[in-house]
């Protein structure tokens, strides 16, 4: 059974940090290409971070770019997003996805960025 179990997601103000992580389970996990999405109120889900199977090639979104950096562990199998000066426009439900033979998601995790 796949699961993408995601976490570290909550309600923190403007210039903040927060560290997502999403464990997976049930598939080859070092031969996924893994990545971070996010879905806003009233807007399309959208790519945030990627990282290849060997976490060689990481790709970023514009609008987050020098301020998120993606992590995998193939050992643990997890991969993590660490978000650093975060903004209100970043506030959004986080989605952790494995593209492969499969596509694969998690189940979401809330960010909010509000002062």
């Known amino acids: 059974q796949v699961q993408l179990v995601e976490s570290g997601g909550g309600l923190v103000q403007p210039g903040e940090s927060l560290r997502l992580s999403c464990v997976a389970s049930?598939?080859?996990?070092?031969?996924?290409?893994m990545s971070w999405y996010r879905q806003a109120p009233g807007k399309e889900r959208e790519l945030v971070a990627s990282?290849?199977?060997?976490?060689?090639?990481?790709n970023y979104a514009d609008s987050v770019k020098g301020r998120f950096i993606i992590f995998r562990d193939n050992a643990k199998n997890t991969v993590s997003l660490h978000m650093n000066n975060l903004k209100p426009e970043d506030t959004a439900v986080y989605y952790c996805?494995?593209?492969?033979?499969?596509?694969?998601w998690g189940q979401g995790t809330q960010v909010t960025v509000s002062s």
């Open positions: 996805n494995g593209r492969s033979t499969g596509n694969y």
């Open positions: 049930g598939f080859t996990f070092s031969m996924y290409t």
């Open positions: 990282i290849a199977s060997r976490g060689g090639i990481r």
